[in-house]
């Protein structure tokens, strides 16, 4: 038998192309039919309607919880919710774990509370935490009481801890075996169990207080003599997390050691649960896309065919403070219009200026942002970090400010219009430098994303000044 080899995002995408066009097709049979004129005709609408969607609704029970949420964030908040409609009830929660925050509140919005908890039923604790803090706090503490009481301890367990923490993501399905028995016992321990916990590259060594005491990887299991003890075998330097860990620096340390899964402690070195590399690589997805956003100045994660009215206001902020900025770089040049009037190739030149500095700036606040995510800044390295780019900044501005300055020379034929330009260059390269480095650093230590509103301030200032610096030198020299 042949088999057809199809990318993951090929297939994905035609899954998406599928239901557009059986979406497309319903809304076409449906509008002819509600036009004609003919016997019963309610009963045949209805027919019809159902006709139309059994099929949408057969290739939705085909798909992956993770392909539909695509499909559902792709897709009009119309078209999203005939489609939602659509999805079986046993699928309901994992599909509101894929999808992003935005679209998952447009979907709980059109369920009950009777529909809620029988989405979220089907998920395991660890995920009904995940989703907890979007559900209205009665339907959390129904769900709580429908729960079994192992389940509802590590509800509140996971519920206990920041969304940035550890604790709030760990996974509480874990096979537990003790180090004083031969691995004969723990294989057939194994056999036990239907399947195993997803994710189960190692098993985790404790003693009858839950004491982890080290790890038994699974390729060593399967390879060393049956008649040998556990704690012969084991591994103890084990890479452990603790609840109140930040899962971004979690994240780093499973890229770091190549883990599939992680033991999670508390203060006492109890076993509480354990990370695996799915949720890591979900951390790692949040993450990158919170500092997207956050470089463009969007409060939060936006949901594509939201209404006109909230997408404007996700992205008020800093187009407020655009406007203030903007209003200070033009009283920069209203300072300076006596200088402008009178050498009117300024106005030509000094846009060149402060596009070249926020450019430059940008790289510069690029790479400490990669650096700080990284945790490889530390107080000790940061001013020998400030040299460098200054310096960077400087060669950079005498280099490329000499190249526009022999272009304006030639341009203007005036030799000082030329000096002007390779001063003002290397002047505000350096601004911008210092900015690129000063803003991430100051919102890191501020506890805030590193890239919180990074381009937006550096845009302004390298503006401000590069006119300032430009318009300032020219007034001092030029007239």
């Known amino acids: 038998m042949n088999v057809t080899e199809q990318k993951p995002q090929e297939s994905l995408q035609e899954n998406l192309h599928q239901v557009q066009r059986l979406l497309h097709r319903h809304k076409l049979v449906e509008g002819l039919v509600h ?25 939705l029970a085909q798909l992956h919880p993770a392909d539909v949420a695509h499909i559902l964030e792709a897709l009009p908040l119309e078209d999203r919710l005939t489609v939602w409609e659509l999805v079986k009830t046993d699928s309901e929660g994992d599909i509101l774990l894929e999808v992003s925050d935005a679209v998952r509140e447009t979907l ?29 706090r009665e339907v959390v503490h129904e769900l709580m009481d429908s729960l079994e009481e192992e389940e509802r301890e590590q509800l509140q367990s996971a519920l206990s801890y920041d969304e940035d923490q550890v604790g709030s993501v760990m996974d509480f399905e874990m096979v537990t075996i003790r180090e004083d028995v031969t691995l004969e016992v723990v294989l057939r321990y194994l056999r036990r169990f239907d399947e195993l916990p997803n994710h189960t590259d190692k098993l985790f060594v404790v003693d009858k207080d839950e004491t982890l005491k080290g790890l038994l990887h699974l390729k060593t299991l399967l390879v060393s003599d049956p008649e040998c003890m556990v704690n012969d075998v084991m591994a103890t330097d084990v890479v452990t997390f603790y609840g109140t860990d930040d899962t971004g620096e979690a994240a780093q340390a499973f890229e770091r050691y ?29 993450e990158s896309e919170s500092e997207v956003l956050n470089l463009a100045g969007l409060r939060e994660e936006e949901d594509l065919f939201s209404s006109v009215w909230k997408s404007a206001q996700n992205r008020w902020p800093w187009l407020a403070l655009n406007l203030c900025t903007a209003f200070l770089a033009s009283r920069v040049i209203g300072a300076f219009e006596g200088t402008i009037a009178q050498i009117v190739a300024l106005a030509a ?14 790289q510069t606040s690029t790479l400490i942002i990669r650096s700080l995510a990284l945790g490889q800044i530390t107080s000790g390295t940061a001013s020998r970090l400030i ?22 020379w030639l341009l203007y034929k005036k030799l000082s219009i030329g000096l002007l330009m390779m001063a003002a260059m290397a002047l505000n390269l350096q601004v911008a430098a210092l900015v690129g ?34 318009l300032g030198l020219a007034t001092l020299f030029l007239l």
């Open 349 to 362: 030149l000094m846009p060149i200026v402060s596009g070249i500095g926020g450019n430059t700036g940008t």
């Open 437 to 470: 480095i000063m803003v991430p650093m100051t919102m890191h230590k501020l506890g805030r994303d590193p890239a919180f509103g990074s381009s937006v301030l550096l845009t302004a200032t390298t503006d401000s000044m590069g006119f300032f610096i430009f």
């Open 258 to 286: 190549d883990l599939v899964s992680a033991p999670v402690i508390d203060s006492q070195h109890k076993l509480i649960g354990r990370l695996t590399v799915d949720m890591m690589v979900d951390v790692i997805r949040e």
């Open 108 to 136: 709980l919005a059109t369920m009950d509370s009777d529909e809620i908890i029988a989405a979220a039923e089907t998920l395991d604790a660890d995920e009904i935490a995940d989703l907890a803090q979007d559900l209205p």
């Open 35 to 59: 036009k004609q004129d003919m016997p019963k005709h309610e009963l045949v609408e209805t027919l019809v309607h159902r006709q139309n969607l059994t099929e949408l609704q057969n290739k």
């Open 387 to 408: 040299v460098k780019e200054s310096g960077i900044a400087l060669l950079n501005g005498v280099v490329w400010g000499s190249v526009l300055g022999v272009i304006a």
